[in-house]
């Protein structure tokens, strides 16, 4: 009998590969580990961001960043809290991240390149700097998902480097660059002939690389093989037990992967440098993607995305009518606050047309978009609103609300198998606003028009996608919508969470009973069931509330349709709480609330090896073998877990885990021999830290999105991360049937395949497979999936397989995303003819000095404008932008600053999102410089009244000396609109004094700045307000020399600003990272 663990991996027997030798233990373990290697990078980057957010908004940040971030601190920190912000959206994206990391370990298992094993530098360098340029593209193109699988794939490579390589034998305290800068060469790679091992010594490998590999500072990597021992001769291996090339001379292996490896003594150096590296690498990207990008794609959301998906057919007006109202009314009020969702996406459809998608974060546009939409069209029934949802479910990110609204039953039922594989695989919630799903018969036939109705049992398709999702099917006449769509603000209010959710089909009397905690705050109960549906709601201490009545003492009550609402008074107890619900129809109860304490989970594959290391499984888990689900909390302070169970959704039983604490905040909870049937997770526990209605208290949360079993197991291992437009991906995939856990060997049949994309690209696919009498087991399969060579670069595609028996009982899918790409430009920005001027040695007056950096940036002559930004320094930046000698764009970068801070790091960005950075230091001079100065002025005043300056005119003179210096060159208005004139008198020392003289000046501009050069091109600054009177205005006077007691003050009262200047033309050190 094969094993689970090898249908997974059916094309070789590699699923013993998860051994942590293999690459840093991908996620547990004493050892450091792909998972928190990666999770410590993306906090500490996160909180990078916000901090240099807040200090460009004036705003402080007090946060400490260092290893002990936690997600929730680090999104507490990135908003100004105006509500309750959740950490959910920010958790899921990092656990997708590190999921999709160690996931190379399975997808790609035996490529050298994605370990950098076998010395494959020049290869593993490109999949980082390609892999880069996709995630890049996919952030800037709005698909985030994508980006982050890419993202996570890209980590693991670069972080194998450093325990796979000898790049910490060679003493490198620094990660190397030329892995993500594609202009660096990757120098003194050993050759393929080059020995650069010999024999550990009774499994001590302290000394086997050989000297001369260290002397000449030979970069190298280990060999490995599972199935094969064979490796050139001399070649180091990575080593572990399962890497039979370790066995061939010279025998060990150089990984450090763990404490244990074979070179383990150096794990942490290894560790450190991976981390180092991954924040160098999320640097690059945040200044390609900019900064609110970045934030984006991480998933730091303060509030949900707002999703709708739209029925534009004819008989829609109403519907389209009440979505603007609500829609503009969201936006509007939400603008400018920490409400605010972060984009907004709009999904129309029609017959026979769906889509496009609008996602954008600009609001305007958005609403633009909304007013656009009017009814026409259609008039058949069913429409294709299954087509349209699966664009939205692909579009938006994880954990997303979406709105469906409709008054017709859908008719691309085929997509069935991919909306309930998407729901599984992002688990948002989906919500369908059906109007008039009794009385729309009668409307049309009295308008003279083919009846379009969804009846109950079309409707009931619409109930099985909702209740997968953990929405509702609110049926509605639409001239009731107004009063439901308050739901749709309550469903996207910040940190909303599931407290409870419960379906009865067929209905029958239950009590339901449900923990309010004390973290919980505007509780609402939602009820859909028919008009005879009664309700009694039970206090902790007793009180009750029916559905006789709109109000009570324990909630406001409000109805439409079959909806019910209520909202429980803001003072609610905290205890156990009661509902009792009769009706013989079908129904569902659901309780939400706003809390910061919520929870994710994913559910994950167990591989038995040297620790416990688990992946990501896709599709739905296994009837009859053990489940894994990694169960994270959004808080961990004063929050003790005390059960996390599967509830049955059919007849209410619990299966309760066996939890395993990976973390304070992360449990791997286990169920053994786990029955068939659909579940949802519970999580219960002790909230001890609360401080306000009752403390210590109970809560509970539950995962809204359901969880279906299956005896099918559904795998596919594509071996390509990327489509390029206009090319072709095949991807294999397997079919098998399970028993007891175990692939059947001995069964047989035919399973029916679904394969669709969400973007229309050609696919091709067998509508069945066979398990043939000498398989294994195990039936294939192969998809062909082409692209538009219009599709856009940077854009992605989702392929769903779905495969089900002939009984349509049973039946398991995966997902798949392809960032849809292609490589035209990884070369960075560059920086040419750099200048700088000089600053003082002495640093005790660097504050009278300022100094220039000036420099030409190109993307070349293939290249693409540039945006240059200050990534370190404090000095005024100026562009201007050009033509150069080749024909290429230019943009001449000026930079100003105090020499107090004498460095400058500016980043240039190209279209395709390549960073190229240029460092420019001011030079140091010995000499003593002295600058002009300027002294003695007298100004005439401007009116105080600023609507009368344009008929007014001021003026000034001004003293100028160089003392004992080498005398005044020019003296220009830096600042200003008068004219200027200057002529020489001799101070009363003997020294020469320029006095200037400034008429003209628009009072308009009542602040002048004249700069005097000296003969050695120092430069002082003159600063000269008017002073303020009433007209009229007294002529200019005369210069009259000043005494020596002179103040320094202009008859203004405004303070004489003298800053001396440094303009020296200079070569600047230029350094590229």
Known sequence: ????????????????????????????????????????????????????????????????????????????????????????????????????????????????????????????????????????????????????????????????????????????????????????????????????????????????????????????????????????????????????????????????????????????????????????????????????????????????????????????????????????????????????????????????????????????????????????????????????????????????????????????????????????????????????????????????????????????????????????????????????????????????????????????????????????????????????????????????????????????????????????????????????????????VKVIGQSSLDFIYNIVEVQDGASTDFFRREGRPISGGNVSLLVTLTRSDGVSVTQVALLNTLDGTEVNGTLQAITDSTYVVTFSNFTGGTYVVVLRGVASNSTSRMTPGSFQRQAPTQITTSNIVVNALPNITVIEPGSSATIPFTVALISNGEIDQSAMGTFTVSATNDRGFPLTSPSTVTIGADSGGIANGTVTLGTSKDALSGSDVTLTIAAGDAAAINSNDVVLRFPVFRVTDISAPVCLGNTSSNCPANESICGSFMWDFITTVTDGVNGTDVEVNILEGNGTLETSTGVGPDGENITVVSYTASCCAGRVVLSAVDNAGNVGRCVGQARESDLEIVAPVCFGVNATACPSNMSLCDSTQWSFVINVTDSDGTGIANITVSLGDGTLNTSTEVGPDGEVVSVASYTGGSCCAERVVLAATDNSGNVGFCSVNAREADPPLDPPPTFIPVDEGDDGETDGGETLNTLPHLWMAAVVLLLWI
């Open 1 to 588: 009998m094969a094993t689970v663990g090898s249908v997974l991996l059916p094309l070789a027997v590699v699923f013993a590969l998860t051994d942590p030798t293999r690459s840093f233990d991908p996620l547990t373990g004493a050892s450091f580990n792909h998972r928190n290697i990666t999770e410590r990078a993306i906090l500490r980057k996160v909180a990078e961001v916000c901090r240099d957010i807040a200090a460009g908004d004036g705003v402080p940040f007090d946060l400490t960043i260092d290893d002990s971030l936690t997600p929730d601190q680090v999104v507490q920190a990135c908003f100004t809290p105006t509500s309750l912000i959740s950490s959910v959206s920010f958790i899921a994206v990092i656990a997708e991240i590190y999921l999709s990391n160690g996931g190379v370990d399975l997808r790609f298992a035996n490529r050298a390149e994605y370990h950098f094993n076998d010395e494959t530098f020049e290869m593993g360098r490109t999949l980082i700097t390609e892999g880069v340029s996709a995630v890049k593209a996919s952030t800037n193109g709005g698909n985030f998902i994508t980006a982050r699988l890419v993202l996570g794939e890209v980590l693991h490579t670069l972080q194998d480097f450093y325990s796979h390589s000898n790049w910490v034998e060679l003493g490198n305290t620094v990660p190397y660059d030329a892995l993500i800068t594609p202009a660096l060469p990757l120098e003194n790679l050993a050759g393929p002939t080059v020995p650069t091992c010999t024999d550990c010594i009774n499994e001590n490998c302290t000394d086997n690389i050989l000297p001369a590999v260290l002397d000449d500072g030979l970069l190298i990597s280990g060999y490995f093989d599972t199935l094969s021992s064979n490796k050139p001769e001399g070649k180091c291996s990575q080593g572990g037990p399962l890497d039979l090339t370790s066995t061939q001379e010279p025998v060990g292996g150089i990984n450090k992967d763990t404490f244990d490896s074979d070179h383990g003594f150096l794990h942490q150096e290894a560790a450190d440098l991976a981390l180092n590296a991954s924040l160098d690498l999320l640097e690059d990207i945040r200044i390609g993607v900019r900064d609110q990008n970045f934030l984006r794609v991480l998933g730091v959301f303060s509030a949900p995305v707002l999703c709708f998906v739209i029925d534009t057919t004819g008989s829609m007006g109403p519907e389209i009518a009440e979505v603007k109202r609500v829609s503009i009314d969201i936006i509007t009020s939400r603008l400018g606050t920490g409400l605010e969702p972060p984009f907004y996406i709009l999904v129309p459809f029609n017959d026979p047309e769906f889509g496009p998608v609008t996602q954008s974060s600009d609001p305007d546009l958005f609403i633009e978009r909304i007013n656009e939409l009017t009814a026409f069209g259609g008039g058949g029934t069913p429409e294709l609103s299954l087509s349209g949802l699966q664009l939205a479910l692909t579009a938006a990110p994880p954990f997303s609300e979406i709105f469906l609204f409709t008054d017709a039953p859908f008719r691309d039922v085929e997509l069935r198998p991919t909306i309930l594989a998407l729901i599984a695989n992002t688990r948002s919630r989906v919500t369908f606003m059906l109007t008039d799903v009794l009385s729309f018969r009668r409307k049309r036939e009295l308008e003279g028009l083919a009846p379009r109705v969804v009846t109950q049992t079309q409707a009931e398709l619409y109930r099985e996608i909702a209740l997968a999702s953990g929405g509702l099917t609110i049926e509605v006449p639409n001239s009731d919508l107004s009063m439901v769509t308050v739901f749709i603000e309550d469903s996207i209010a910040t940190a909303v969470v599931t407290v409870f959710q419960e379906t009865k089909n067929p209905g029958a009397a239950c009590n339901f009973s449900f923990f309010i905690d004390d973290t919980l705050r505007n509780i609402t109960i939602l009820l859909t069931g028919t008009p005879s549906l009664d309700f009694t709601l039970r206090s902790p201490t007793g009180t009750t509330q029916t559905s006789s009545g709109v109000s009570g003492p324990l909630a406001s009550f409000s109805l439409a349709g079959n909806f019910r609402r209520l909202r429980l008074n803001d003072d609610s107890e905290t205890g156990l709480w009661e509902i009792s619900v009769n009706s013989t129809d079908p129904y569902s």
